[in-house]
């Protein structure tokens, strides 16, 4: 057994009296992947903020011990010069300034005053090459994907000498492939002698990394506890630790009353809005009933988010073609304006940029879609807006000290229920929900599936985009799959499963494209 890293003991940080962290103790090895684990608001990525200097010695209660050395780190960069670094779930990379520039910000190789670029685009390959990304070092860091922006994060956390790294939720923003890649990167450091603390929703990649695990659960430190080795726990166990009590099915029972026809969208294409000779959705087709939860599985790049901004308001692309249904009749949603009015209502991806106003309070984001219900003459009636905010905090359940507290500050399950809330209000029909609970905790997750329920129940039809097919699986009575900007095909409840899912998620060739169509009709006449 190695001799412990870091130790952290008895820490209590407090926020306006209430205390986010409550005499936690922390400690890991050296050369080991560490997992912090808890529902939103634990405390964890508190924790790591007051290692990493975010908050500062002073500002809390307790003691840190690093390579067996009681330290108080004031900043950022004191906890860096000890080989401390922290990869935020937030990325912070500048993204005009090219990967080279984001690596040595802050740490530039210069001569005399003056920068070398030769030695800085030289030393940022071998960094990239390290994690494995063959990319030019002046490639600007807005030209990237999320799961190349994650791996210069890496590239730049080792250029600063690292020792302990820490992960804020790695892979949330990544699709199966780039999270792959990124937890054998994990696995390579942790074998190069690298110490790693990893916070992360994703049990299983917690239970496939990490050796051991501490549960956090309302700023509590509540058990340490191996992932290997006879006294390993599992994925169950860890659920029952962090919310308390056992979740014996991670979906809730439902059975939908499924009634007739309310959406249907004919041959809809839509063109990049740069390459517009490219359609990133083609000739897609699919319906929406009553009453009816309806999944739509795809690869990343595979047209799922492109197809559901176009059909709300062409929020997204150029070049869009194809018919839209309500009721049998064919409608305009050309606007953001005219979906609203339509009932059509979409819960965005990334609720942070595109669904909130992060520095507004809740209660102005409640009622933000549909503000015409409680004005007059342009004005606000702030009574009528408290009420419905006050109403829908109860309906959804958001845990909030008051209305008026910013949105920025709640945790990420809560959040989405204030963006639900938002929509709800604007009375829709037809709910899309895009990775509704992406960065969402087990506990949060499974009360986001309770509202889902009862939206159906009340008659709406909605349709979700996930990235997880159990997630799909667990809650949807239909499930259409898209692959190249194609729906390959849609299967029912009863015969989904991964494997077939991912058949369609996959099928590209014309044959396999003549296959889909015949099991979207298949699924259409059952």
Known sequence: ???????????????????????????????????????????????????????????????????????????????????????????????????????????????????????????????????????????????????????????????????????????AALNDEDSAHLLSLMEGLRD??????????????????????????????????????PQAIDEEEIIRLMVGR??????????????????????????????TTRAVVDGAALSLRRGEIVGLAGLMGAGRTELAMSLFGRSYGVGISGTVLKEGKEISTDTVARAIAAGIAYVPEDRKVLGLNLIQDVKTNTTAAALAKIASHGVVDEH??????????????????????????????????????????????????????RGIDVGAKYEIYQIINELADSGRAVLVISSELPELLGICDRIYAMSQGRITGQLPRGQADQESLMALMTAHSTQERHEGDSANKDGEDR
Request: hydrophobic share 40%; proline share 4%.
């Open 246 to 275: 056992s979740l014996s099915n991670r979906y809730p029972d439902h059975t939908s009353d499924v009634g007739e026809e309310l959406l249907e969208l004919r041959d809809w294409t839509v063109h990049h809005p740069v390459d």
């Open 192 to 229: 190069q002698g690298i110490t790693m603390v990893m916070i992360s929703h994703k049990l299983n990649e917690v239970c496939r990394v990490a050796e051991r695990t501490t549960i956090i659960r309302d700023g509590q430190t509540i058990q340490t506890s191996d992932l290997r080795g």
């Open 1 to 171: 057994m190695s001799a412990p890293i870091l130790q952290m003991r008895s820490i209590t940080k407090a926020f306006g009296g209430i205390k986010a962290l409550d005499d936690v103790n922390l400690e890991v090895r050296r050369g080991e992947i560490h997992a912090i684990c808890g529902e939103n608001g634990a405390g964890k990525s508190t924790l790591m903020n007051v290692l990493s200097g975010v908050w500062p010695a002073g500002t809390y209660d307790g003691e840190i011990i690093y390579d067996g050395e009681p330290r108080t780190f004031r900043s950022l960069r004191d906890s860096e010069e000890a080989g401390i670094v922290i990869i935020h779930q937030e990325l912070a990379l500048s993204p005009y300034l090219s990967v080279a520039e984001n690596i040595f910000l802050g740490n530039e190789k210069a001569r005399r005053g003056i920068i070398d670029w030769d030695a800085t685009n030289e030393a940022a390959a071998e960094l990239l090459a390290t994690v494995g990304l063959d990319i030019p070092p002046h490639t600007r860091v807005v030209d990237l994907g999320v799961g190349h922006q994650q791996l210069v994060e890496i590239a730049k956390a080792l250029s600063k000498d690292v020792r302990l790294l820490i992960l804020d939720e790695p892979t």
């Open 384 to 437: 009528a807006e408290r009420e419905v905010a006050e109403r829908y905090r109860g309906e959804m359940r958001i845990k909030t000290e008051s209305l008026s507290t910013e949105v920025g500050s709640l945790s990420g399950g809560n959040q989405q229920k204030v963006v639900l809330a938002k929509w709800m209000f604007s009375d829709p029909e037809v709910l899309i929900l895009d990775e509704p609970t």
